[in-house]
Structure formats: structure tokens, C-alpha cells
């Protein structure tokens, strides 16, 4: 018997497969140059999902439902809705990229992620936890590698799957490991289980590590980050800027509920190690960045080194912590997406990825020049932006939890990332075009850049302006967590 709560704990996931069969059925009947629409579509159908699971998939108190595998918690509900805004807003992005535009597949794809995503901000159990994270993983491995006659792409869907599977097999012994030693899998008896001493520090320790291992990949932190610049520049451009955002994401939602709600008995040994590896993550990633020329690679190490910055809230082990990286996320998915767009829009036009080709690109599109500068502004942690927000509670739960080193190494990398940051728009708006014709050479945009990125750029102006709804909600989901 279905009830209420359960049919409301999973609408946004039975939403968005019933979008994926409408697609599914209707996408082979348009002509070849109506199924770019598709993209239309699928934008249009996860924001119907996404108001519709506003009005009829609210959670009330923190409830366990389908016999305990998926938790209907404001924390759960909080990042489907971030998850599935990335998704309409990378669905717009796909529709003028010649190689995935009109591929329904590209599409259906996306949706399954969007699918497993959902279920691994949810998950209770950690068999519904790794299902989860597989179906989110596979349909982005074939994404990644999804221009077949392109080398570069098929190398990074080649090693992402390969890294992704090693990965998850060492994640998953971790999880046998945990049944084996206290015969459950639910998160929410196994803080119970570890406290009333079932396993050994040294055990829990080793265990930890395993799963560190799985979660470490799918955030990029050091030293698993190692797959991301190669597949960020391999991949097509709005995938490599939905991996950076709606799955770095999703590795965190999973991270701050496994830390939190299970292995809190075991903070004093897990939060130092964490706290080291994000000191690492930070100064490893603004380091590698300073040496990019390619905008996609320069953004891929960037990420890395966000992630860091967000470690810091989960380290807190704190509401405020846990607060502070649910709002974290919300800006970087509006802010890196829209540089991701950013990079789509003008690619598209000109074929070009390095730096210094950007030259001059204020001139050419006054525009996509402004937005450039929030995104990269916002991303160097400069007010007005979300990111100078985000940052701000991020450290404020540093200091608050007594880490104030590490925060301190999180200004200085803040610091040397507004150096590399700067530098992108320095070519903006100080440098001219060789031949000095910019006039000549204009970006246009397509509606549907102009519809996402002018979506994205106010969300990055709004998270860091009126900021108090935001992070009012993040509060709300970081609550269901103590």
C-alpha cells in the first residue's frame, strides 16, 4: 500500500521518469531538425517537476520510507531541487552543441543521472546509497566519452569509467565491511550500533577509508581528484559543467549525511583527516590552476579547489557546518555553471578554448563579457557574488569549531585564487583582438543561452544579495541532520 508520505518522498523521482518516457516515446517521431527541441522539453519538464514537488512533495518531520532505504527530510528535498535546476539548466546548454543538441539519448541521460542523484541526497540504507550512485555514475561515463570521433572525448569517458569503477569497488567493500562488522546497512541505526562500541577505532578508521575513497572521487579532493582535469576538457562542454556542479554536489549530499547521521562517534579521528585533505585539496588546486591555459582545465582545477572550501563545513561537524555547505553548493551550482555556459557560448562561436583567445571578448559581447566577470568574480569570492557569501559561512564555521588554521589557509588559497581569476579578465577587458577588429567578430547568442545564462547570472547576484532566504533553507535542511 502506497501512502501519502511515500508517494511524496519520491515524486520528484517519479516526475522526472515520466518526463524520460514522454521524451522517450515522442523524440523518435520529430524530424531531424525539430529534436533539438527535446531540449525545451526536458528544461520545461524538470521545472514543472520541480513546482510541482513544491506544492505536493514538501516534507514535514524527517520521515524513513520505502521500508526504510530513502529519507523524506528537508536535507534530501533541499539538493533534488538543486540537482534538477542544474539539469534544466544544462539541458538548455545542450541544445546548440552540434554533437549532442539533437540526440534524444543525450537527454535521457541526463535525466537518469538527475534520477540517481536525487535517490543519493536520500538514501537511508547503503544498498539504496551505492545503487544510487552507480545509476547517477554510468550515464555520465557515456556521456563523457559521447563524441565518438573526437579523441579527447572518448579518452575521458574512457578514464572515468575506469577510475569510477575502481572507485566505487573500493567504496563498496567499505560498505560490506560496515555490515559485516554490525550487521546493518541503515544510516540511521548505525550511529547506535558504532557507539555502543561494535567496532574498533582502528577498524572504523580503516573503514572510513574505504568509503573516503568512493565519496573523495565524486568531490575531486586530493589525491582523488586526478581524473577531473582531463575529463572536464575531454567531455563535452555542458557535461564537464554539470560533473563540476549537480555531481560534485551530489557526492557532498551523500558525504554530509554518512558523517554526520552515522560515524559522529568517531569525529575526533575523521575530522582531522578530513581537515588535512582539505588544506590539501585547496592549496594543490590553486597551485595547478596558476599553470592553465585552457579555460576548461583552469575550471577544472578550480573545482578542485572548491571543493576544499566546502570541506571545511563538513569538518565543522556543527549545524552551522552543515548549513554552511548546503548554501555553499547552491552558489557554486548557479556560479560554475554559468562560467561553464560562458565557455559553451563562446566555443561554439569561435572553436577556441585557450585563455588568450578571450581576448577582447568585452568588445565582441558586452554581455557575455558582464556575465563572465560575476561568474569569475563570484567564483574568486568577491562581493557581491554568492561565492563571497558562501565562503563567509563556510569559514565562519571554521572558526566557530576551533579550526582556525585551516581557515586561515583557506583566505591565503582565497587569495591566490583571485590572482588566476583576475587574470581571465584581464583578457576580457584589457586585451584587444591581434588585428584590433572586434566589431568584426561578434558572439552572438541562441535563445537558449540567453534564457540559461541570464537565469544563472541572477541567481549568482540574488545568492549573494538577498542571501537570508537562502541560507534560511540550507539552516532548514542542516536542522533534519541533529
Not at 517521431?29 to 513546482?51: C, H, P, Q, S, Y
Not at 599553470?291 to 573545482?303: D, E, F, G, H
Not at 557546518?321 to 552558489?331: E, K, N, P, R, T
Not at 552572438?444 to 540574488?462: F, S
Request: hydrophobic content about 55%.
Amino acid at each position: 500500500m502506497i501512502s501519502s508520505t511515500m508517494f511524496a518522498s519520491i515524486l520528484p523521482e517519479i516526475l522526472i521518469l515520466v518526463l524520460a518516457i514522454l521524451i522517450f516515446i515522442v523524440e523518435p517521431f520529430w524530424k531531424d531538425e525539430k529534436r533539438r527541441n527535446v531540449g525545451w522539453l526536458t528544461a520545461g519538464g524538470l521545472l514543472a517537476a520541480m513546482i510541482l514537488s513544491f506544492i505536493f512533495g514538501q516534507p514535514g518531520e524527517p520521515t524513513a520510507t520505502l521500508g526504510g532505504m530513502v529519507r523524506f527530510d528537508w536535507l534530501g528535498f533541499f539538493f533534488k531541487m538543486l540537482f534538477m535546476f542544474a539539469g534544466a539548466a544544462t539541458a538548455l546548454l545542450f541544445m546548440d552543441n552540434e554533437k549532442i543538441g539533437r540526440r534524444g539519448e543525450a537527454y535521457l541521460l541526463l535525466l537518469a543521472s538527475l534520477l540517481g542523484m536525487n535517490l543519493m541526497a536520500a538514501s537511508a540504507d547503503l544498498v539504496m546509497l551505492y545503487l544510487a550512485i552507480e545509476t547517477t555514475s554510468i550515464p555520465l561515463y557515456i556521456l563523457s566519452g559521447f563524441m565518438l570521433t573526437d579523441g579527447k572525448s572518448t579518452e575521458a569517458g574512457f578514464k572515468y569509467l575506469l577510475f569510477g569503477a575502481m572507485s566505487s569497488a573500493i567504496m563498496l567493500y567499505g560498505f560490506s565491511l560496515v555490515f559485516g562488522f554490525t550487521g546493518t546497512t541503515s544510516l540511521y541505526q548505525l550511529a547506535g550500533m558504532l557507539n555502543a562500541g561494535s567496532l574498533s577505532l582502528t577498524a572504523a578508521f580503516g573503514i572510513l577509508a574505504l568509503i573516503l575513497v568512493g565519496l573523495g572521487f565524486k568531490v575531486s579532493i586530493v589525491p582523488f581528484h586526478f581524473w577531473a582535469p582531463d575529463v572536464y576538457e575531454g567531455a563535452p562542454t555542458p557535461i564537464s559543467g554539470f560533473l563540476s556542479t549537480a555531481s560534485k554536489a551530489a557526492g557532498f549530499a551523500v558525504l554530509v549525511r554518512l558523517f554526520f547521521v552515522a560515524f559522529p562517534g568517531y569525529a575526533a579521528s575523521w575530522t582531522l583527516v578530513l581537515a588535512i585533505l582539505s588544506a590539501v585539496t585547496m592549496t594543490v588546486g590553486n597551485l595547478l590552476t596558476l599553470q592553465q591555459t585552457n579555460i576548461k582545465r583552469l575550471l577544472a582545477y578550480s573545482s578542485i579547489a572548491h571543493a576544499g572550501y566546502a570541506l571545511i563545513g563538513v569538518v565543522a561537524l556543527t549545524q552551522l557546518g552543515a548549513a554552511s555547505v548546503i548554501f555553499y553548493l547552491a552558489a557554486y551550482i548557479a556560479t560554475n555553471l554559468l562560467a561553464f555556459g560562458i565557455v559553451m557560448a563562446f566555443s561554439r562561436v569561435t572553436g577556441l578554448e585557450e585563455i588568450k583567445d578571450y581576448a577582447g571578448l568585452s568588445r565582441r559581447s558586452p554581455w557575455l563579457g558582464l556575465m563572465m566577470l560575476a561568474a569569475f568574480l563570484s567564483l574568486a569570492g568577491m562581493p557581491p557574488f554568492g561565492g563571497f557569501v558562501a565562503k563567509v559561512f563556510v569559514f565562519a564555521a571554521g572558526v566557530q569549531a576551533g579550526y582556525v588554521w585551516l581557515v586561515i589557509v583557506g583566505i591565503i588559497n582565497s587569495i591566490i585564487g583571485v590572482y588566476y581569476y583576475l587574470n581571465v579578465l584581464k583578457f576580457v577587458y584589457l586585451y584587444r583582438m591581434p588585428n584590433e577588429d572586434e566589431e568584426n567578430h561578434p558572439v552572438p547568442l541562441t535563445r537558449p543561452y540567453v534564457i540559461a545564462l541570464a537565469v544563472l547570472a541572477l541567481g549568482v547576484i540574488l545568492i549573494g544579495t538577498v542571501f537570508a532566504p537562502w541560507f534560511g533553507w540550507s539552516d532548514a535542511a542542516a536542522l533534519n541532520l541533529f
